[in-house]
């Protein structure tokens, strides 16, 4: 026998984020009731990942589950917020046990790793799309912006933009990666983690941060233009990781690094003055991150290479379409 909305919701659902002290009424009634901390601001966002658009049909269940908290995740790190209660928003064919199980699992251990507390939803038929709201908090006045840089700001990445667009290829069958860089560039693609952790700690260093989603070269002009600045990129400061040079090689992994989406980074300004305290409070090495550009007056975003200006075109899916 199918089971009801309501036995569908206690079993998967009431029990599957972190326990908070601060959930007055969480799954259950009409509404969610929380106590926001005092001296904080809410934060809150929101994503929606529909099938077939967002993630390929194959796509595991609980990497549905785990991506769809990722991205809001992402999105609360950079605001250099804390994430504290989320809401699931689940459109479903069927109530399939085998499916809804793998991804509570996949939500909930992430929803854990971060004390994120599921506060309620909404469950309904339909074709496959996954809604999270995610509500968090900053101390006043304190969170990150994209409009908070300058010019002669340095920019920071994270990680190493790119991998995940060539695992979704590879995931899609568009690429075929070595045996050695297939299971990281797919796990990148399907797990992406979100640098909670590392945009709290850019309230005391950034100026301004976004999170790469779109593609490094446009998610920075995002940040430029909200600055009302312009920027310079450089093109050889790049960070490539290893598999995803042995995928495509220098120049198609350096276009996929700049094009490529889903990579759940943060991109960072920091003012010249404070490089050397971010450095000391966040080591390169232990932290991953890497400066690949700096902020200019001049609007508009120009990529170099040992300072010649490159005529870049965004081709990067070209590669292995
Ligand atoms: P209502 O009809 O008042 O919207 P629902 O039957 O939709 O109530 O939901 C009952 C309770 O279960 C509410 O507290 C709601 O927030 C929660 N809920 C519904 N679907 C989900 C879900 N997928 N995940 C978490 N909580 C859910
Ligand atoms: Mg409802």
Redesign the pocket.
Known sequence: MPLS??E??AR???N?GAQRRDVVL???????LTECPPGMQLVATTDTLVAGVHFPLSTPAAAIGHRALAVNLSDLAAMGARPAWA????TLPEAEDAWLTEFAAGFGTLARAHEVA??????TRGPLTISVQLLGHVPQGRALTRAGGHAGHLLYVSGSPGDAAAGLAIEQGRLAAPPQAAPYLRERFLMPTPRVALGERLREHASACIDVSDGLLGDAGKLAAASGVGLEMFYSALPVSRPLLEALGERSARELALTGGDDYELLFTVEPARTAGLERALPQEQWNYSQIGVLRAAPGVVLTRDGTVMDFSHSGYQHFA
């Not at 809401?87 to 689940?90: I, K, S, V």
């Open positions: 909305e309501s569908l919701i998967f659902f009431r599957c969480g799954v259950g009634d009409d509404a969610a809401l699931l928003a689940l599921l506060i309620g939803g909404d469950t």
